[in-house]
Protein backbone atom coordinates (compact mmCIF):
# COMPACT_ATOMS: atom_id res chain seq x y z
CA UNK A 1 0.00 0.00 0.00
CA UNK A 2 1.39 3.35 -0.70
CA UNK A 3 2.56 5.74 1.54
CA UNK A 4 -0.83 8.54 0.91
CA UNK A 5 -3.20 5.65 1.58
CA UNK A 6 -1.56 4.11 4.21
CA UNK A 7 -1.98 7.59 6.11
CA UNK A 8 -5.56 7.92 5.09
CA UNK A 9 -6.13 4.68 6.80
CA UNK A 10 -4.34 5.71 9.92
CA UNK A 11 -6.71 9.19 10.19
CA UNK A 12 -9.55 7.47 9.82
CA UNK A 13 -12.26 7.70 12.47
CA UNK A 14 -9.95 10.13 14.10
CA UNK A 15 -11.36 13.60 14.81
CA UNK A 16 -8.20 15.72 14.10
CA UNK A 17 -9.97 19.03 14.53
CA UNK A 18 -10.50 18.27 18.05
CA UNK A 19 -6.47 18.39 18.32
CA UNK A 20 -6.50 21.61 16.28
CA UNK A 21 -8.69 22.96 18.37
CA UNK A 22 -7.07 22.40 21.88
CA UNK A 23 -6.22 25.61 23.98
CA UNK A 24 -2.65 26.78 23.25
CA UNK A 25 -1.88 25.74 27.25
CA UNK A 26 -2.91 22.35 26.36
CA UNK A 27 -1.13 22.31 22.88
CA UNK A 28 2.26 23.09 24.74
CA UNK A 29 1.40 19.77 26.74
CA UNK A 30 0.80 17.63 23.66
CA UNK A 31 3.77 19.04 21.93
CA UNK A 32 5.94 17.46 24.41
CA UNK A 33 4.44 13.96 23.54
CA UNK A 34 5.01 14.43 19.77
CA UNK A 35 8.74 15.12 20.96
CA UNK A 36 8.71 11.98 22.62
CA UNK A 37 7.22 10.12 19.58
CA UNK A 38 10.26 11.79 17.10
CA UNK A 39 12.31 10.24 19.55
CA UNK A 40 11.25 7.09 19.50
CA UNK A 41 10.40 6.80 15.88
CA UNK A 42 14.17 7.82 15.64
CA UNK A 43 15.09 4.98 17.81
CA UNK A 44 13.18 2.34 15.96
CA UNK A 45 14.93 4.07 12.56
CA UNK A 46 18.32 3.22 13.87
CA UNK A 47 17.91 -0.08 16.08
CA UNK A 48 14.42 -2.23 14.35
CA UNK A 49 11.15 -1.76 16.12
CA UNK A 50 11.75 -4.64 18.16
CA UNK A 51 14.17 -2.73 19.98
CA UNK A 52 11.91 -0.20 21.27
CA UNK A 53 12.15 -2.43 24.43
CA UNK A 54 15.72 -1.40 25.16
CA UNK A 55 14.78 1.83 24.57
CA UNK A 56 15.33 4.47 27.78
CA UNK A 57 11.97 6.01 27.43
CA UNK A 58 9.67 2.52 26.70
CA UNK A 59 7.95 3.25 29.96
CA UNK A 60 7.90 6.78 30.37
CA UNK A 61 4.09 7.02 29.97
CA UNK A 62 1.47 4.52 29.98
CA UNK A 63 -0.15 5.29 26.80
CA UNK A 64 3.37 5.21 25.14
CA UNK A 65 4.05 1.87 26.60
CA UNK A 66 0.97 -0.15 25.76
CA UNK A 67 0.90 1.45 21.94
CA UNK A 68 4.74 0.49 21.61
CA UNK A 69 4.43 -2.72 23.28
CA UNK A 70 1.45 -3.79 21.11
CA UNK A 71 4.01 -2.70 17.81
CA UNK A 72 6.50 -4.31 19.38
CA UNK A 73 4.61 -7.70 20.14
CA UNK A 74 1.31 -7.73 17.91
CA UNK A 75 2.93 -6.53 14.51
CA UNK A 76 -0.55 -6.47 13.47
CA UNK A 77 -1.80 -3.00 11.91
CA UNK A 78 -5.34 -3.39 11.73
CA UNK A 79 -5.39 -5.19 14.99
CA UNK A 80 -3.78 -2.03 16.84
CA UNK A 81 -5.60 0.64 14.80
CA UNK A 82 -8.93 -1.09 16.05
CA UNK A 83 -7.40 -0.61 19.64
CA UNK A 84 -6.24 2.76 19.27
CA UNK A 85 -9.70 3.98 18.07
CA UNK A 86 -11.64 1.91 20.92
CA UNK A 87 -9.32 3.96 23.30
CA UNK A 88 -10.30 7.20 21.88
CA UNK A 89 -13.97 6.22 22.22
CA UNK A 90 -13.72 6.18 26.05
CA UNK A 91 -12.48 10.28 25.85
CA UNK A 92 -15.87 11.76 24.92
CA UNK A 93 -15.41 15.07 26.96
CA UNK A 94 -11.14 15.06 27.42
CA UNK A 95 -9.91 16.72 24.85
CA UNK A 96 -6.67 16.60 25.53
CA UNK A 97 -6.64 13.43 27.22
CA UNK A 98 -8.48 12.15 23.03
CA UNK A 99 -5.13 14.32 21.33
CA UNK A 100 -2.70 12.32 23.75
CA UNK A 101 -4.15 9.15 22.51
CA UNK A 102 -4.58 9.77 18.60
CA UNK A 103 -0.77 11.57 18.68
CA UNK A 104 0.68 8.71 20.41
CA UNK A 105 -1.33 6.07 18.29
CA UNK A 106 -0.85 7.77 14.89
CA UNK A 107 2.41 8.49 15.42
CA UNK A 108 3.47 4.37 16.72
CA UNK A 109 1.64 3.39 13.54
CA UNK A 110 3.29 5.16 11.29
CA UNK A 111 6.60 4.01 12.93
CA UNK A 112 5.12 0.40 12.54
CA UNK A 113 4.53 1.38 8.88
CA UNK A 114 8.27 2.85 8.35
CA UNK A 115 7.55 6.08 8.01
CA UNK A 116 10.42 8.45 8.37
CA UNK A 117 11.01 9.96 12.05
CA UNK A 118 11.26 13.78 10.33
CA UNK A 119 8.18 13.09 8.07
CA UNK A 120 6.19 11.56 11.63
CA UNK A 121 7.58 14.71 13.41
CA UNK A 122 6.39 16.83 10.73
CA UNK A 123 2.80 15.02 10.49
CA UNK A 124 1.99 15.73 13.96
CA UNK A 125 3.60 18.89 14.60
CA UNK A 126 1.25 20.11 11.81
CA UNK A 127 -1.70 19.10 13.68
CA UNK A 128 -1.15 21.96 16.30
CA UNK A 129 -1.64 24.46 14.05
CA UNK A 130 0.98 26.96 12.19
CA UNK A 131 -0.65 30.22 14.57
CA UNK A 132 0.89 27.96 17.20
CA UNK A 133 4.07 27.63 16.02
CA UNK A 134 4.92 30.92 14.83
CA UNK A 135 3.45 32.97 17.63
CA UNK A 136 3.56 30.64 20.93
CA UNK A 137 5.95 27.87 21.00
CA UNK A 138 8.47 29.52 18.38
CA UNK A 139 9.01 26.44 16.08
CA UNK A 140 10.71 26.81 12.41
CA UNK A 141 9.59 23.21 11.67
CA UNK A 142 13.42 21.85 11.39
CA UNK A 143 14.73 18.68 13.40
CA UNK A 144 17.54 20.58 14.80
CA UNK A 145 15.00 22.51 17.45
CA UNK A 146 13.70 18.85 18.80
CA UNK A 147 15.06 18.77 22.29
CA UNK A 148 15.12 14.50 22.48
CA UNK A 149 16.74 14.39 25.64
CA UNK A 150 13.63 15.77 28.14
CA UNK A 151 9.80 15.63 28.14
CA UNK A 152 7.68 17.00 30.26
CA UNK A 153 4.81 14.48 30.51
CA UNK A 154 2.29 16.28 32.70
CA UNK A 155 -0.82 14.55 31.24
CA UNK A 156 -0.69 11.03 31.50
CA UNK A 157 -3.96 9.41 31.55
CA UNK A 158 -4.67 7.21 34.90
CA UNK A 159 -6.14 3.87 33.75
CA UNK A 160 -8.22 2.44 36.08
CA UNK A 161 -8.64 -1.44 36.11
CA UNK A 162 -12.52 -2.60 35.71
CA UNK A 163 -14.02 -5.39 37.56
CA UNK A 164 -17.08 -7.07 38.86
CA UNK A 165 -19.04 -7.25 35.56
CA UNK A 166 -17.23 -5.72 33.26
CA UNK A 167 -14.39 -8.21 33.53
CA UNK A 168 -16.92 -11.18 34.20
CA UNK A 169 -18.40 -10.92 30.76
CA UNK A 170 -14.76 -10.28 29.10
CA UNK A 171 -13.69 -13.51 30.15
CA UNK A 172 -17.05 -15.08 29.08
CA UNK A 173 -16.34 -14.02 25.76
CA UNK A 174 -12.87 -15.40 25.75
CA UNK A 175 -13.73 -18.43 27.19
CA UNK A 176 -16.87 -18.67 24.33
CA UNK A 177 -14.08 -17.75 21.86
CA UNK A 178 -11.57 -20.64 22.85
CA UNK A 179 -14.26 -22.95 22.98
CA UNK A 180 -15.21 -22.01 19.60
CA UNK A 181 -11.56 -22.94 18.59
CA UNK A 182 -11.72 -25.70 20.50
CA UNK A 183 -14.96 -27.63 19.66
CA UNK A 184 -16.15 -25.07 16.38
CA UNK A 185 -18.66 -22.17 15.92
CA UNK A 186 -21.46 -24.27 15.64
CA UNK A 187 -21.06 -25.27 19.06
CA UNK A 188 -20.80 -22.33 20.75
CA UNK A 189 -23.39 -21.05 18.57
CA UNK A 190 -25.77 -23.54 20.30
CA UNK A 191 -24.01 -22.83 24.36
CA UNK A 192 -24.70 -19.10 23.62
CA UNK A 193 -28.67 -19.70 22.67
CA UNK A 194 -29.04 -21.98 25.88
CA UNK A 195 -27.02 -19.48 28.23
CA UNK A 196 -28.01 -16.43 26.87
CA UNK A 197 -31.30 -16.18 25.39
CA UNK A 198 -32.51 -13.13 25.21
CA UNK A 199 -29.52 -11.34 25.55
CA UNK A 200 -27.53 -8.38 23.60
CA UNK A 201 -25.32 -11.01 23.02
CA UNK A 202 -27.44 -13.61 21.24
CA UNK A 203 -28.64 -10.91 19.40
CA UNK A 204 -25.53 -8.94 17.92
CA UNK A 205 -24.28 -12.64 16.67
CA UNK A 206 -27.28 -13.77 15.04
CA UNK A 207 -27.07 -10.17 12.98
CA UNK A 208 -23.93 -10.60 12.50
CA UNK A 209 -23.33 -14.12 11.15
CA UNK A 210 -24.71 -15.82 7.88
CA UNK A 211 -24.22 -12.39 6.20
CA UNK A 212 -21.70 -10.75 3.27
CA UNK A 213 -18.22 -9.98 4.96
CA UNK A 214 -19.45 -6.81 3.77
CA UNK A 215 -22.74 -6.82 5.29
CA UNK A 216 -21.41 -8.10 8.86
CA UNK A 217 -18.75 -5.43 8.76
CA UNK A 218 -21.39 -2.78 8.39
CA UNK A 219 -23.98 -4.29 10.88
CA UNK A 220 -20.63 -3.56 13.73
CA UNK A 221 -19.38 -0.80 12.80
CA UNK A 222 -23.39 0.49 13.47
CA UNK A 223 -22.71 -1.60 16.96
CA UNK A 224 -19.52 -0.08 17.50
CA UNK A 225 -20.71 2.95 17.51
CA UNK A 226 -22.97 2.59 20.36
CA UNK A 227 -22.95 5.15 22.98
CA UNK A 228 -22.56 2.98 26.17
CA UNK A 229 -19.83 1.09 26.48
CA UNK A 230 -21.32 -2.11 28.08
CA UNK A 231 -22.90 -2.82 24.36
CA UNK A 232 -19.66 -1.74 22.66
CA UNK A 233 -18.14 -4.38 24.39
CA UNK A 234 -21.07 -7.11 23.67
CA UNK A 235 -20.54 -5.92 20.25
CA UNK A 236 -16.54 -6.72 19.95
CA UNK A 237 -16.77 -10.17 21.72
CA UNK A 238 -20.02 -11.22 19.60
CA UNK A 239 -17.58 -10.06 16.19
CA UNK A 240 -14.77 -11.61 17.43
CA UNK A 241 -16.87 -15.00 18.18
CA UNK A 242 -18.00 -14.51 14.32
CA UNK A 243 -14.51 -13.45 12.87
CA UNK A 244 -12.43 -16.46 14.94
CA UNK A 245 -10.24 -13.83 16.05
CA UNK A 246 -7.45 -14.75 18.06
CA UNK A 247 -7.94 -15.05 22.06
CA UNK A 248 -4.75 -12.54 22.92
CA UNK A 249 -5.65 -9.97 20.39
CA UNK A 250 -9.38 -10.34 21.74
CA UNK A 251 -8.18 -9.97 25.22
CA UNK A 252 -6.63 -6.07 24.01
CA UNK A 253 -9.63 -5.26 21.99
CA UNK A 254 -12.29 -5.85 24.69
CA UNK A 255 -10.06 -4.21 27.45
CA UNK A 256 -9.50 -0.95 24.90
CA UNK A 257 -13.18 -0.91 24.84
CA UNK A 258 -13.28 -0.45 28.81
CA UNK A 259 -10.64 1.69 28.65
CA UNK A 260 -8.03 -0.75 30.84
CA UNK A 261 -4.61 -0.41 30.77
CA UNK A 262 -3.12 -3.85 30.27
CA UNK A 263 0.42 -4.99 29.89
CA UNK A 264 1.42 -7.08 27.35
CA UNK A 265 4.46 -8.65 29.40
CA UNK A 266 0.70 -10.18 31.51
CA UNK A 267 1.43 -13.65 31.36
CA UNK A 268 -0.58 -15.77 28.92
CA UNK A 269 -0.56 -18.74 31.54
CA UNK A 270 -2.82 -16.29 34.00
CA UNK A 271 -5.24 -15.40 31.20
CA UNK A 272 -5.12 -19.00 30.24
CA UNK A 273 -6.11 -20.12 33.83
CA UNK A 274 -9.14 -17.89 34.34
CA UNK A 275 -10.48 -18.65 30.78
CA UNK A 276 -10.38 -22.28 31.58
CA UNK A 277 -12.21 -21.55 35.37
CA UNK A 278 -15.08 -19.70 32.86
CA UNK A 279 -15.22 -22.21 30.85
CA UNK A 280 -16.10 -24.73 33.56
CA UNK A 281 -19.05 -22.28 34.84
CA UNK A 282 -20.70 -22.19 30.77
CA UNK A 283 -20.52 -25.99 30.21
Known sequence: MK????????????????????????????????????TEAEYASKEGIPALVNSPNYTINPTYNLFAMLIVNLSDFDLIKSIVENYLGNFETSDIYY?????????????????????????????????????????????????????????????????GEHRQFKYDILALLKLSHDKGKDYTYKLIDDKFPGSRLQLYLNLLKGNSEAVSDFIFQDLKAQDIRSSRLIATG????????????????????????????????????????????LI
Do not use: C, W
Request: glycine share 6%.
Open 3 to 38: KNDLLKKIVENIDLKRIKDLPVSEKFKLYEHIKLIY
Open 99 to 163: AQIAVTGMGLLMVEKQFSPESIYHFLLNLLGYDFMLDNIKLNGSIGEVDTLSFKLDTSIEYKPFE
Open 238 to 281: AYAIYKGEAIISTHYLLNSVLGKYSRFDKRKEEIDQEIDQHIKG
